[in-house]
């Protein structure tokens, strides 16, 4: 399975943007990269995934390096809602999905 | 709300017994899968099917753990002679399937307590 490398904590003012970056070095060109998000005692939900060219969604933006070897998950304001371990995830298809620790975002009020 | 919903949300149990827990995906979804969480850990994929094949079963953690689909429904995963490192919260999540990447939808998931 792909690896990805991302830093373990992360803190950001509510309101403000915040960038989470994540390495993936080793991706291949069916590689997907999935962004998903766990909330305190929920399971994870899904944020944003791409495969080439930048994505936004209501939740989030992804940009993706030109030669895919990272990517960055942008959430425009924070919101103390926003608090949550963020994964992201390599993905070939529909195959299941490969959790590494993720970044804990912590959001100040 | 027709999300994925997972019974029971808890179970505590002694060490040896077996357990089973259910997993009712969201309808008309084709796939499910199932995964283990630990503390301080992202969740670990242990199984999952395509309606009620199971297309993996390799990560399974031992055999004392099986799944079964048998409608392409509903799911039920079961530990057998359960030991103290199964605590742990079990997840279940359901996608459509058929596209070339697709969402997986994730239920609330059972926090297993062994003792």
Known sequence: DAKTTQPNSMESNEEEPVHLPCNHSTISGTDYIHWYRQLPSQGPEYVIHGLTSNVNNRMASLAI????????????????????????????????????????????? | DTGVSQDPRHKITKRGQ?????????????????YRQTLGQGPEFLTYFQNE??????????????????????????IQRTEQGDSAMYLCASSLGGA????????????????
């Open chain 2, 53 to 78: 094949a199971q297309l993996e079963k390799s990560r399974l953690l031992s055999d004392r753990f099986s799944a079964e689909r048998p409608k392409g429904s509903f799911s039920t995963l079961e």
């Open chain 1, 65 to 109: 390096a030109e030669d895919r070897k990272s990517s960055t998950l942008i959430l425009h304001r924070a919101t103390l809602r926003d608090a949550a371990v963020y994964y992201c995830i390599l993905r070939v298809e529909n195959t299941p999905l490969v959790f590494g620790k993720g970044t804990r975002l912590s959001v100040i009020a």
């Open chain 2, 18 to 34: 077996n357990v089973t827990f259910r997993c009712d995906p969201i309808s008309e979804h084709n796939r499910l899968y199932w």
């Open chain 2, 100 to 115: 070339s990447t697709d969402t997986q939808y994730f239920g609330p998931g059972t926090r297993l307590t062994v003792l």
